[in-house]
């Protein structure tokens, strides 16, 4: 059964960093695409950044945050800094089967998504 769980969402001041994990039991972790999504109130689903071989990013995050992955723990993270108002949301996990060079931004490329974790960044 495929599973995704999110931590470390929060409460945090404008210029501070957050943590986010998700845990995965996505069967062949290794060879899945994953992916972190946000959305806001009356927002659709946007996309953050995404990691297979390689990461890429919003141009709206790039520079501040980081994706990484740990295959030996089913685990992929995102590392926020220099958080704004702006990156408000709550954050989702989100995993697609088989590794590609192409760039998976759209919500409907994905096949597995966690429940969301609120990031909330005050002024």
């Known amino acids: 059964q495929v599973q995704l769980v999110e931590s470390g969402g929060g409460l945090v001041q404008a210029g501070g960093s957050l943590r986010l994990s998700c845990a995965a039991s996505?069967?062949?972790?290794?060879?899945?695409?994953m992916g972190w999504f946000r959305q806001a109130p009356g927002k659709e689903r946007e996309f953050v950044a995404a990691?297979?071989?390689?990461?890429y990013y919003a141009d709206s995050v790039k520079g501040r945050f980081t994706i990484s992955r740990d295959n030996a723990k089913n685990t992929v993270s995102l590392q926020m800094n220099s958080l704004k108002p702006e990156d408000t949301a709550v954050y989702y996990c989100?995993?697609?089967?088989?590794?590609?060079?192409?760039?998976?931004?759209?919500?409907?490329?994905?096949?597995?998504w966690g429940r969301g974790t609120q990031v909330t960044v005050s002024s």
């Open positions: 989100a995993a697609r089967q088989g590794l590609t060079s192409i760039i998976r931004i759209r919500a409907d490329e994905y096949d597995y």
């Open positions: 996505v069967r062949a972790f290794s060879s899945a695409y």
């Open positions: 990691i297979s071989w390689s990461a």
